[in-house]
């Protein structure tokens, strides 16, 4: 079975770092492209970053770009999301997803970021 987990959240201090990180079982990241989103109460779903397999090219939403970093560990079927100068609009639950090559969807669980002022 397909199981992706984040882990990592919880609260800090604006202005600090957290690094969250997707694990992944049942399934390697190898042609996958593997994604971090996040909600907040009220609001739609974003898309904040993803890293896509077939070519290691990356994305990152203009709201966290020059602050946030994906980054994989392969070895370990792992997909860390490192967060630096977090502001208090960064609060939301963040979760991973993984996208097949023949485009099937799956969600993990999310994790709960909170930024305090």
């Known amino acids: 079975e397909v199981q992706l987990q984040a882990s990592g959240g919880g609260l800090v201090q604006a202005g600090g770092s957290m690094r969250l990180s997707c694990a992944a079982s049942?399934?390697?990241?190898?042609?996958?492209?593997i994604g971090w989103f996040r909600q907040a109460p009220g609001k739609e779903r974003e898309g904040v970053s993803c890293?896509?397999?077939?070519?290691?090219?990356?994305y990152y939403a203009d709201s966290v770009k020059s602050r946030f970093t994906i980054s994989s560990d392969n070895a370990k079927n792992t997909v860390y999301l490192q967060m630096n100068s977090l502001k208090p609009d960064d609060t939301a639950v963040y979760s991973c997803?993984?996208?097949?090559?023949?485009?099937?969807?799956?969600w993990g669980k999310g994790t709960q970021v909170t930024v305090s002022s």
């Open positions: 890293i896509t397999y077939t070519d290691n090219s990356t």
């Open positions: 049942g399934f390697t990241f190898d042609d996958y492209a």
């Open positions: 997803n993984a996208v097949s090559p023949i485009g099937i969807n799956y």
